[in-house]
């Protein structure tokens, strides 16, 4: 569950950072649109963040939720931009609890 987890909600973080990085050449009216897109799509990672905390346990999740959730802030306050930074650390984390879901899952003689 953790891996598979791990491998949509990475998806999901370069997906909003790829939004977010659009925005920066869009008319303002076109960048409100994009920037609400953008935390739409942010909320949705949070809720899959959380589904993976609460089934496996593991509160490693929650300094990605925490990332997350100052990413839609940012996204929130008008300065979206910043947010990518918040989703960059988001992603880095998630990649390493991918490693550690592997590394078990071939510890367990799975995959």
């Given at each position: 569950?953790?891996?598979?987890?791990s491998?949509?909600?990475?998806?999901?973080?370069?997906?909003?950072?790829?939004?977010?990085?659009?925005?920066?050449?869009?008319?303002?009216?076109e960048?409100?649109?994009?920037?609400?897109?953008?935390?739409?799509l942010?909320?949705?990672?949070?809720?899959?963040?959380?589904?993976v905390?609460?089934?496996?346990?593991?509160?490693?999740?929650?300094?990605?939720r925490?990332?997350?959730?100052r990413?839609?802030?940012?996204?929130?306050?008008?300065?979206?931009?910043?947010?990518?930074?918040?989703?960059?650390?988001?992603?880095?984390?998630?990649?390493?609890?991918?490693?550690?879901?592997?590394?078990?899952?071939?510890?367990?003689?799975?995959?």
């Amino acid at each position: 569950m953790g891996f598979s987890q791990s491998e949509k909600i990475k998806a999901g973080l370069i997906w909003a950072s790829q939004i977010l990085q659009v925005l920066e050449g869009l008319p303002e009216a076109e960048k409100r649109g994009g920037a609400k897109t953008a935390g739409a799509l942010v909320g949705m990672i949070h809720n899959e963040i959380q589904l993976v905390q609460n089934l496996s346990g593991d509160t490693a999740w929650g300094e990605i939720r925490s990332h997350v959730d100052r990413a839609r802030v940012m996204i929130d306050s008008g300065v979206p931009a910043e947010a990518i930074m918040h989703l960059t650390q988001a992603l880095s984390k998630t990649t390493s609890m991918a490693g550690s879901c592997m590394t078990c899952l071939k510890d367990e003689g799975l995959i």
